[in-house]
């Protein structure tokens, strides 16, 4: 049985399909099994995952698209290895990168279920690193991940088996984040560990499912509502979220929305700067509010040290 099992969802991206699997073929580290899910494409992607020739390449299909999460969950269920990764149809993996997870991860206690890595950032049309995003939180993070989403892109990750056996697979019910409530309900029960390291390629394209904010907002609005309590328990925490959420009705023209979410933000906590920042771009017509929260956004992102522009 092979040690790792590399869980590939996908649809309709036959050309980027190819490019994730020969990563993932390129690795160093070989004892894997591929299982790539695909979600009821209407294209050849059957064709292009039959003709690697490779026996450790096995093709599901589901007839409906089920999602993202269906998906995994499919290829959780039909996987062997101890050790489960993620790749996404549309990202890369660096040939170092299974290696030197699967080594940490077998050096590391059994608390530890997850092992995430940098990433780089890249334009797909230009083929330009846009920025580099470098891991910051190990151990026990499960306060820390309510803040933000630390771990990332799930091509980035991988898990022990044991991890779905106490938390169980991704949640349906959320056609955005779900890999974010996941690590969540990791976070409860095991540590993180990291590799500094970018040993993804995340590319950035028209057709991601994170360039839709109308799903962003229903996704992020149900992690919400799922962990009510923790929320409203941290004060701090909870303003800090509904912000985001804010920030990303404005991005889509509800500005009436935004601001109503922003004075809710400023009674909770009179004196958090955000609020009352977001309610002063919420003034702005939609391309300008865009335009002025960029560059905000990369001003602080500077200051952080989190990437270079």
């Not at 992607?45 to 007839?63: A, L």
């Not at 941290?234 to 601001?259: A, E, M, P, S």
Request: a positive charge; aromatic letters at 14%; one cysteine or more.
């Amino acid at each position: 049985m092979s040690q790792v099992s590399i869980i590939i969802p996908t649809y309709n991206r036959v050309k980027l399909l190819h490019s994730a699997i020969t990563s993932v073929l390129n690795q160093t580290f070989q004892d894997f099994e591929i299982v790539v899910i695909d979600d009821g494409s209407q294209d050849n992607t059957q064709e292009i995952v039959k003709n690697f020739h490779d026996e450790r390449i096995r093709y599901i299909r589901h007839k409906e698209n089920k999602g993202e999460a269906g998906a995994r969950n499919t290829g959780i269920i039909n996987s062997h290895a101890e050790y489960i990764a993620f790749l996404d149809d549309d990202d890369e993996w660096l040939p170092e990168k299974l290696q030197l997870q699967v080594d940490l991860l077998k050096d590391s206690e059994s608390k530890v279920g997850c092992i995430y890595t940098g990433y780089l950032v890249v334009d797909t049309t230009k083929g330009k690193i846009l920025r580099r995003r470098i891991p910051i939180k190990r151990g026990d993070i499960y306060h820390d991940i309510f803040v933000r989403n630390y771990i990332g892109v799930p091509s980035t990750v991988i898990l022990r088996r044991e991890c779905f056996y106490k938390v169980n697979l991704f949640d349906e019910n959320i056609i955005f984040g779900t890999d974010y409530d996941m690590w969540i309900r990791i976070a409860k029960e095991f540590h993180f560990d990291y590799i500094e390291k970018p040993l993804v390629k995340y590319y950035i394209h028209k057709n991601r499912l994170s360039a839709n904010l109308d799903i962003q907002i229903k996704g992020f609005e149900t992690i919400l509502k799922k962990y009510n309590q923790f929320f409203t328990l941290n004060n701090k925490i909870y303003c800090h979220q509904y912000i985001y959420l804010g920030l990303l009705y404005c991005c889509t023209g509800n500005f009436k929305k935004g601001r109503e979410i922003f004075f809710k933000t400023i009674r909770l906590r009179p004196f958090g700067i955000r609020s009352y920042l977001g309610l002063a771009l919420s003034l702005f017509s939609t391309d300008n509010f865009r335009r002025i929260r960029n560059l905000i956004e990369k001003f602080l992102l500077y200051r952080k040290n989190q990437t270079p522009f």
